[in-house]
Structure formats: C-alpha cells, structure tokens
C-alpha cells in the first residue's frame, strides 16, 4: 500500500487498482490528488497478485479477501478512527463495491466501472450492475463517455459523472474536479467536509 497523507484527515480514502495496471494509473493519481487536497488521506492498494509481480488478476473471492484484509489492517493501525471510503478503477472499483459493508465503507468511489464486457451489452447475464446497485452508502462513478464497458446508470445515492475520453480516463483534470467536488460535499458520507 502506498500511503498519502492529508495534513488534518477527515477521512480515509481506500483505492484499488485495475486488472491489467497498477496504482500509478493516471484516474488513480489524479483522485489522490483530489482527497488529499479535501483533506482526506489516501492509500493506494495494490493486489498481492500485481505485488508477486503477475499481470492476471486472482479470482473475486481472492481479491475480495485480499482487500477486506488490507482494509482492517489500515483501519487498525495508519488510518484509525477515520470514516472509510472503498474505491477503486474498474475491477478495483469491483472489489470495492462488492466488500463495501464488510469493510464498513461509508462511500465508495468508482472510477471506470466496467458495467459489462465490450460488446457484451445486450447480454444480461454479462452485466456487473448488481455489484454497483448492491452499495448502500452514497457512491460516485465517474465514467468516460465512450468507454466499451458501458455507461453505469445514476441511482438512489450514486451520481454519475461522465468524462470526456474511454475506459482509460486520461482526462485526469475532470476526474480531479468531479471527485474533488463530491468529496467537498460529503453528503451522507459520515465525514466534515473542509471548507476553504
């Protein structure tokens, strides 16, 4: 886990990373930058698959466990007493939407969700909303217009942001301002949001 610290934290940000990258994904960055400057520290998870230096990622269970471990870990030691919130790009933003009321998520933030697999869209056996509509904390995907994964629809207490660009997201500047917005209004979240 690569720990970013906010000065005076008022809350915990958890983010995982995609199948095929790792935490220095660009969307990755830029939402650190964007908690951190919110006051809210941050810990980039990386999987024990990607640390073992393998590039295919391990079954759901594995990562599932692998993530709610890392998470009581941080919850017990750096990021003690700080309201949680998962996150993570696309199978990362999985995982966090999956684990959210284990972990004790009071948000979760998504970044790429892959709603389905390209080209897969009109088969509702292939499709991962079940995973997104599962959170019950309020939730952020911030999603680009043209990603082959698919379009997540906006929910009870989960907002879609949509971005310029595709499953990538290199339009790190508006993946920056849609979390730093959310994060300034934490609603519902559990935390104080930092006034400037």
Known sequence: MHLHPADRPVAALLLGHGAGGGVEAPDLVAATRAAVAA?????????????????????????????????????????????????????????????????????????????????????????RLPELEAVTVPALVVQGEGDPFGMPPGGPGRAVIRVAGNHALRSTGAVEAAVGEWLARAEGMGIEPTRP
Do not use: M
Not at 103 to 120: I, S
């Open 39 to 127: 006051q809210v520290s941050v810990a980039l998870v990386e999987q024990p698959y990607r640390v073992a230096g393998r590039r295919s990622p391990a079954p759901a269970r594995q990562l599932d466990a692998a993530w709610e471990a890392i998470a009581g870990h941080l919850r017990a030691d750096a990021l003690a007493g700080l309201p949680v919130i998962a996150g993570g790009r696309s199978s990362g933003a999985r995982v966090a939407c999956r684990t959210a009321g284990r972990v004790g998520a009071n948000a979760v933030l998504c970044l790429a969700f892959p709603l389905h697999p390209p080209g897969k869209a009109d088969d509702p056996s292939k499709s």
